[in-house]
């Protein structure tokens, strides 16, 4: 894994904790730095600060999306909501802050990498189903989404939202529920966080985010995919 952050310390001392778990881990110092690691070797967790020289870490994060669909922690000194919102908007799938806790960094990594074992390429775990509804079609083979016949890139975070909401089309979630049954640790305060998530995707997804077809917010309750007559 890549461990990005202009703190020489930080990068060591956190390299050496995910050493001692057993992992491979890379160094990088810059945004710019982690995104040329990214292209001569195999990365398979990226965690990144976002005050950094040269290219910080959000506009390092948004760059590696264009492409990359790999698991991104937020690792920053910065602690106001507004911050944590913002770096998930840009693509990151979870965020730690400064000082952090040992342990819970390891648990969330660990999470971040079951996750992706899972549902990304690594994993060549045979899946049957495919699901269609309306324009939406849901590749279970190649985890991929078409809209309209046309690919659209999700992160691995994303798909397995639009998985399970398209999975039961029709079926209100609750934020907690897609939190815990997504990220697959409990759910404590984390509207904020599947809400950034769901925006993201409808941008991806809807002709018209701001009225969507597909994905909607049942204000009060939680999110569904809107039921259609098409059959998947």
């Known amino acids: 894994m890549l461990i990005v ?3 020489r310390e930080i990068v060591r001392v956190i390299a050496k904790i995910l050493e001692l778990e057993g992992y491979r881990t890379l160094k990088a110092y810059d945004g710019l730095e982690a995104l040329d690691m990214l292209v001569s ?9 976002i005050m950094m020289p040269k290219m910080n870490g959000l506009a390092a994060v948004m760059k590696i999306r264009e492409t990359n669909n790999i ?6 000194a910065k602690t106001e909501e507004t ?3 913002l770096g998930l908007s840009m693509g990151a799938d979870d965020y730690i802050s400064k000082p952090f806790n040992t342990q819970e960094m390891i648990a969330r990594v660990k999470a971040q990498l079951r996750r992706y ?15 269609r509804i309306g324009d939406l079609y849901l590749d279970k083979h190649a985890k991929e989404l078409n809209v309209n ?8 975070t994303e798909y397995k939202i639009m998985e399970l909401l398209m999975s039961n089309p029709g079926r209100v979630f609750p934020a907690e529920e897609i939190y815990e049954r997504v990220w697959q640790e409990p759910a404590y305060s984390v509207e904020n966080t599947v809400m950034v998530h769901i925006r993201r995707i409808r941008e991806k997804i809807e002709i018209n985010p701001k009225q969507p077809k597909y994905l909607k917010v049942v204000w009060g309750i939680g999110y569904k995919i809107e039921k259609d007559d098409s059959k998947y």
């Open 5 to 7: 952050d202009d703190d």
């Open 41 to 49: 070797n195999v990365v398979h967790l990226i965690m990144i600060d």
């Open 71 to 76: 698991p991104i922690i937020i690792l920053s």
């Open 83 to 85: 911050d944590k919102v």
């Open 117 to 131: 074992m899972r549902l990304g390429a690594m994993n060549s775990e045979s899946m049957q189903d495919s699901i």
């Open 149 to 156: 016949g046309e690919s659209v890139h999700l992160t691995a």
